[in-house]
């Protein structure tokens, strides 16, 4: 039997703009190759990063000891730790000036502390700034103050939500099209009652 080639690593060297960071004013990412911590996949790099309200206090202390970019972006030093799953749900590219950008800061990077960004599953992200300055104690720091996760009950609700987003789909389509392919209003009460079961299931989904 032919070996089998371990899979490219499409995360390491790229400028990317993972999703899940967004909301913190991420708007890309050039990450280096992948170690394994505490069940986490871990990466340094380098990050632009935009002032959010929410955030402002973090990001100030940060800009205070770093040069802001005329507009708004602060390249800094990141530790992003993903749960394997969401590593791999990073490979978004990033785009135009932004790829420039965090590309021209991974050539030279940023004297500033570290941001840690974790990624632990569909509404389970944060953004921290930690005192430590080795990527393993970042992260280890954190995952102390914060306790273990939950991963099986992170991997369920990530199942329960991507069955429910397929439930309001359907129920949609049931309800737009039922009787044009002949369901009737049967059809139609039956998407409407899909599209209110899957809305409970994405609700009890939601991590508290």
Do not use: C, K
């Amino acid at each position: 039997m032919a070996e089998r080639l371990p899979r490219p690593d499409r995360v390491e060297g790229r400028a990317l703009s993972p999703r899940s960071f967004r909301p913190f004013g991420i708007e890309a990412v050039v990450l280096g190759p992948p170690a394994t911590q505490e069940g986490l996949v871990r990466r340094e790099g380098v990050a632009v990063w935009r002032r959010m309200n929410e955030h402002g206090p973090v990001f100030d202390r940060l800009a205070a000891t770093a040069a802001v970019d005329p507009d708004g972006l602060l390249p800094v030093r990141v530790v992003v730790a993903a749960s394997p799953a969401r590593d791999r749900a990073m490979r978004v590219p990033a785009m135009g000036e932004h790829a420039a950008r965090v590309q021209a800061a991974s050539d030279r990077p940023p004297a500033a502390g570290w941001l840690l960004l974790v990624d632990e599953g569909p509404g389970e992200t944060w953004l921290y700034l930690p005192e430590e300055d080795h990527p393993a104690a970042v992260l280890d720091a954190f995952l102390g103050r914060r306790g273990r996760t939950d991963f099986a009950r992170a991997r369920r609700r990530s199942g329960i939500g991507t069955l429910a987003s397929l439930g309001l789909l359907l129920g949609l389509f049931l309800v737009i099209y039922g009787s044009a392919i002949g369901l009737g209003p049967a059809g139609q009460l039956a998407g409407a009652g899909m599209i209110l079961a899957s809305l409970a299931a994405l609700v009890s989904a939601r991590p508290r």
